[in-house]
T-cell receptor, first 114, second 115 residues
């Protein structure tokens, strides 16, 4: 199925460093969301963005909804070992039926070196 | 209660078996979803139920049969699966239909292995 382009695909960083990842699409989305998934677990919602240009923080996490509505980025400041995992972006579309559907990004695998 | 629960956590089945996956939420959400996730890939949508009615079927093979007995429960009945159906099956729910309240909350998943 359709996927969003997410980069980088994976990254190794030192504990304490800041991390940045982004998600781009050729289509416009109404909502952008960021999830984190640990191995063998379900994705956990980190941040949801509803308006173009919106900048939202959740602790050490900051995400922005791109002005063109075709992209979003997620920043993690001062990374810690428990930030390890796979980060997925998701764009949400409204279908003609009125139902909402997620399109997921390809994921960014983050590894933090202590 | 702000979580989505799924049972079983792990399931191993043969190709001739019939089994069911269960999902439950008590957040009053009116939309529930089944996703399939292969290793190192994003979740792929299978089915969406909105107000207990099937609203999306992403061309899923008939060996997967969803059921929504009530607004809190979602089942996925499995029959005559293939080894390539082995994956993590995720259930999610959302408040639906308002766009500002459509964040999806995921359960921990059922790890399915088909032998």
């Amino acid at each position: 199925g359709q996927q969003l382009n997410q980069s980088p695909q994976s990254m190794f960083i030192q504990e304490g460093e800041d991390v940045s990842m982004n998600c781009t699409s050729s289509s416009i989305f109404n909502t952008w969301l960021w999830y984190k998934q640990d191995p063998g677990e379900g994705p956990v919602l980190l941040i949801a963005l509803y308006k173009a240009g919106e900048l939202t923080s959740n602790g050490r996490l900051t995400a922005q909804f791109g002005i063109t509505r075709k992209d979003s980025f997620l920043n993690i400041s001062a990374s810690i070992p428990s930030d390890v995992g796979i980060y997925f972006c998701a764009g949400q579309n409204t279908l003609t039926s009125g139902t909402y559907k997620y399109i997921f990004g390809t994921g960014t695998r983050l590894k933090v070196l202590a | 209660d702000t979580e989505v629960t799924q049972t079983p956590k792990h399931l191993v089945m043969g190709m001739t078996n019939k089994k069911s996956l269960k999902c439950e939420q008590h957040m009053g959400h009116r939309a529930m979803y089944w996703y399939k996730q292969k290793a190192k890939k994003p979740p792929e949508l299978m089915f969406v139920y909105s107000y207990e009615k099937l609203s999306i079927n992403e061309s899923v093979p008939s060996r997967f049969s969803p059921e929504c007995p009530n607004s809190s429960l979602l089942n996925l009945h499995l029959h005559a699966l293939q080894p390539e159906d082995s994956a993590l099956y995720l259930c999610a729910s959302s408040q639906d239909p308002l766009p500002s309240a459509n964040e999806q909350f995921f359960g921990p998943g059922t790890r399915l292995t088909v032998l």
